[in-house]
């Protein structure tokens, strides 16, 4: 999907001035309350109209203010969850779903409702209706019925915002089924640093109604570290374990990891604090600590008390963080071999 945008509009004493183009499936709009994040997303989903400027979705001008084009919602094929969905509250889940499929054009019409059932894991409550559905339960229906709608990209505004935890998590995972099965590209807002490397892989950071950067969502995560009170978190995707007497075997690349935890999926995310990874010179003699990684530096950053070392452990990127006494103690240096030890129990599934 390509997204070229370049757009005004004046709301009240606030102005968005908005400058890019942007490739990709998974792309993120990142920045602080009331920077001009939902405004974009109005403004391409049709529901509010720019002073001036174009939008173009692909090879279709969606909005032109010269040529006078400015394409209905429902023409720009561009369908919007938000974080309070607007379910037909009379119909049942099944009616809801079809509601938009039925008017979508035939032609158009590339998703199967039954797939879409499946994958959100929807079936057993097609005749329920709406209000009696859980938080999580009305998403993963509003994201249905979105997506059967056939859009050529999805704008989701905080689409987990008022969710409990778990529930967030058990969302993110079938929004990644729905988008890794259907290919539809996305275009997600959120405040979470965490929700983001979850389900994007671009960022467009958004201030005072600009976008102020394009970058890997990787990249923000990783810069972000730098900033006093936030600390990096691996996401390790691991597939199905193998059970090891109390504990369980996971393939990480091409080494081995041995978890407290078990994750039931083909793939799944655990968090792994930077901060939790002790390092050594030399391979211990014995610990209690179930993985012992033989590794190599790539780079070191300093920044104030705190060192965050990226290694190469096997064919994997491992961020450790440390503090300046440990980086002289143990002479770390780019290329220089150190072994990383952590506990099964460092290891937090996430998805
Ligand atoms: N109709 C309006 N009239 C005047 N100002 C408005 C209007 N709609 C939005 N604004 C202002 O525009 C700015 C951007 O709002 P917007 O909702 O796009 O921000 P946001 O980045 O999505 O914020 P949040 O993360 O809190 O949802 C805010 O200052 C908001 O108060």
């Given amino acids: 999907m390509q997204l070229a945008v370049s757009v005004h509009k004046q709301l009240g004493a606030f102005n968005l001035t908005a400058d890019f183009t942007v490739t990709g499936q998974r792309i ?3 920045g602080p309350s009331g920077s001009g994040k939902s405004t974009l997303m109005y403004l391409l989903a049709g529901l509010l109209k720019p002073d001036r400027g174009t939008l173009r979705l692909d090879q279709t001008i969606v909005f032109d203010s010269t040529n006078r084009i400015n394409l209905a919602p429902e023409a720009r094929r561009i369908g919007v969850v938000f974080q309070h969905n607007h379910l037909f509250p009379h119909m ?41 559905l859980s938080g999580g339960e009305r998403q993963r229906v509003a994201l249905a019925r979105t ?6 990209l999805i704008l989701m505004d905080e689409p987990l915002t008022g969710l409990d935890e778990e529930l967030k998590f058990q969302v993110i995972f079938y929004l990644n089924s729905v988008f890794s099965q259907f290919k539809m590209p996305l275009l997600f807002i959120s405040h979470s640093l965490l929700e983001m490397r979850l389900m994007t892989e671009q960022i467009l950071i958004v201030e005072q109604g600009t976008i102020k950067q394009q970058m890997a969502t990787e990249e923000l995560a990783q810069s972000i570290w730098s900033t006093p009170g936030q600390n990096y978190v691996n996401l390790l995707h691991l597939g199905r374990p193998q059970p090891l007497g109390d504990l369980w075997s996971y393939q990480w690349g091409d080494i081995r990891l041995i978890l407290t935890e078990y994750g039931p999926n083909n793939e799944n995310i655990f968090e792994l604090d930077a901060r ?5 010179k030399h391979h211990p003699e014995a610990t209690s600590a179930r993985n012992v990684l033989p590794c190599r530096v790539r780079k070191l950053f300093t920044a104030g008390n705190r060192v965050r070392v990226e290694l190469q452990c096997g064919v994997n990127t491992l961020i450790v963080q440390i503090v300046p006494e440990s980086k002289r103690e143990l002479e770390l240096a780019p290329n220089k071999e150190v072994v990383a030890v952590i506990k099964a129990s460092a290891f937090k599934k996430v998805l």
């Avoid at 997506?147 to 050529?152: A, M, N």
């Avoid at 939790?276 to 050594?280: A, C, D, G, P, Q």
């Fill in 28 to 30: 993120g709009l990142f």
């Fill in 276 to 280: 939790e990874i002790v390092l050594f």
């Fill in 92 to 132: 049942s889940v099944r009616s809801n779903l079809l509601y938009g499929w039925k008017r979508t054009p035939e032609h158009e019409r590339h998703i199967d409702p039954e797939a879409i059932i499946e994958v959100l894991q929807l079936g057993k409550l097609l005749d329920r209706g709406v209000n009696l």
């Fill in 147 to 152: 997506v059967l709608t056939c859009p050529r």
